[in-house]
């Protein structure tokens, strides 16, 4: 068995008296989706951002491509994260909305030194194509794209270091029913494409099906269940698990809409 890509170990967070993340622990095999599920406030974004390096965790590992990322920090960490990519679903937090989406695309290529120089640009066109975006929308500022065609900016950004894994925090979630299976269509092509892993923050678990291999749901930050995402949505194991699957059959309902 080759080693998981990503392999998250008794990973512990508190904020004041609140144990946000309580030894959470799973893994992720290269090209494969896990999801976190869980109500709002269940740990999930501190758990992605810790995996992200932008928190530091309390306690845990972080084994990615088989280092201890929480060792790792100054030029050691940036170098790693190139492979290591998020979306949010605030696309403020992806990238300053004055930019172009030439300068928010060239930025992490010129970051981490992709290509050489004269065929960024170039990359940027065909990045913008990869994601379903018009190149002629190279020189607009993001501000004035819609909200789907900027989380497609941010999905493109995140590509652009041609990255082991991308963190998607709830990523889908503020976009329009019917766009948001064009966009968990192109992850999916991505993926196959690619091999990417993704780690797919969402509490609509219509989404989740559609997108994650295995689950995990969290609860007051822990681990309540985890495992393949079929067996979850067809008898859910615990209480919240339950909750969440009960509130599925609308949103599978919305998700499913063409
Ligand atoms: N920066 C922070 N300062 C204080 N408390 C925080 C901070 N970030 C998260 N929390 C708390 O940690 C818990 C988990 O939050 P979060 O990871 O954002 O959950 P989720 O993403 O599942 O909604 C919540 O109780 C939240 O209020
Ligand atoms: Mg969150």
Do not use: C
């Amino acid at each position: 068995m080759t080693a998981p890509l990503l392999s998250v170990h008794d990973l512990a967070k508190s904020f004041g008296g609140t144990r946000a993340v309580d030894k959470v622990s799973f893994d992720l095999a290269a090209g494969e989706t896990l999801a976190l599920a869980g109500l709002s406030g269940s740990g999930k974004s501190t758990v992605a951002r810790m995996v992200m390096r932008l928190i530091e965790p309390d306690a845990g590992r972080i084994d990615f491509m088989g280092e201890d990322l929480t060792r790792h920090s100054g030029s050691a960490l940036r170098a790693r994260r190139r492979h290591i990519q998020m979306v949010f679903q605030d696309t403020n937090s992806s990238f300053n909305p004055r930019a172009t989406v030439a300068s928010a695309l060239l930025d992490p290529l010129n970051t981490f030194d992709i290509l050489p120089k004269p065929q960024r640009a170039h990359e940027v066109r065909h990045l913008l194509e990869r994601v379903g975006l018009s190149p002629g929308l190279f020189d607009r500022s993001i501000h004035e794209l819609s909200g789907g065609q900027r989380q497609r900016v941010a999905i493109a950004r995140a590509l652009a270091s041609r990255p082991a894994l991308i963190v998607l925090d709830e990523a889908l979630s503020a976009v329009d029913a019917s766009i948001r299976i064009d966009l968990l269509e192109l992850l999916l092509d991505l993926q196959r494409e690619q091999g990417i892993s993704y780690l797919f923050i969402a509490h609509d678990l219509g989404m989740i099906r559609a997108i994650a291999h295995r689950t995990a749901i969290l609860d007051a930050g822990r681990i309540a269940e985890i495992g393949p995402t079929q067996s979850i949505i067809a008898a859910p194991q615990t209480q919240i698990g339950q909750q969440l699957v009960a509130a599925a059959p609308r949103l599978f309902h919305v998700a499913d809409q063409p």
